[in-house]
């Protein structure tokens, strides 16, 4: 049997670019990309229940919920049996994500939110989170000149509401630095991902090398 596969998450404010880097990272490790919101069924129909600006706006309770519930179908129908299968699997946003949005971002208490998605991931946590850090600043200009027609309800909310999910990823990561990376975003995409993928081989060793 193959040995259980390691979970990576990407994580960042809207705009730092940590899709493009989980892509990155993904391609050199030789492992499953995936992404929150949407990745499942279910989920496509969440994401768009979520972040569509047409949709009706959730109390920040709901949006919590439905966000773990997001996560809950991604666990059992994507990463837990890719891991059990053996394969490394990079995800674009996870717990941490909620914590920083849900709680920092809309102010529901961080601690009540931990034991919300520590259950809907049913106890996975990751085994490394990498937050792609930016600037507010960097972050805002870099989704102006994406082009990427029409920003999503999260991306509405303004400077105030990244700053303040900005702090929350950054806080996660001081309160737990086993778990977490910490890599600068505002460097050249390559030289980012030329970071991420050596900091990743030297904390996992051997089993990190491509081609699994
Ligand atoms: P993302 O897919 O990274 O945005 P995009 O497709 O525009 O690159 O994330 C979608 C949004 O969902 C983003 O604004 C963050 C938000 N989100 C939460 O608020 N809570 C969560 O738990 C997750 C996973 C995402």
Redesign the pocket.
């Known amino acids: 049997m193959a040995p259980r596969g390691r979970l990576i998450a990407l994580e960042g404010i ?1 705009g730092c670019g ?2 493009t880097q989980a892509g990155a990272l993904a391609a050199a490790l030789g492992a499953r990309l995936t ?4 990745a499942t069924p279910v989920g496509a129909l969440l994401r768009r229940l ?2 569509a600006p047409d949709s009706p706006a959730p109390s920040p309770r709901t ?1 919590a919920l439905l ?1 773990a519930a ?2 809950a179908e991604h666990v059992a129908q994507v990463v837990e049996p890719a891991l059990a299968a053996g394969d490394w699997v990079v995800t ?3 717990s941490a ?2 914590i920083a ?2 709680g920092y ?1 809309r102010g529901l208490d961080p601690a009540g939110l931990g034991a919300l998605v520590t259950w809907a991931a049913a106890g996975l946590a990751a085994d490394l989170s990498v937050l792609v850090d930016v600037t507010v600043e960097v972050a805002t200009a870099r989704l102006a000149a994406g082009g ?1 027609g029409g920003a ?1 309800r ?2 509405r909310l303004g400077p105030g509401f990244a700053t303040r999910v900005r702090q929350g990823f950054l806080a996660q990561a001081a309160e737990d630095p086993a778990h977490w990376l910490v890599v600068d975003g505002s460097a050249d995409v390559e030289t980012v991902a030329a970071h991420i993928v050596a900091s990743v081989r030297e904390r996992f060793g051997d089993a990190s090398a491509p081609g699994r």
């Open positions: 809207d940590k899709s992404h929150e919101p949407g979520l972040l949006e966000m997001d996560r674009d946003r996870y994500s909620t949005y849900q971002g990427r999503d999260m991306e």
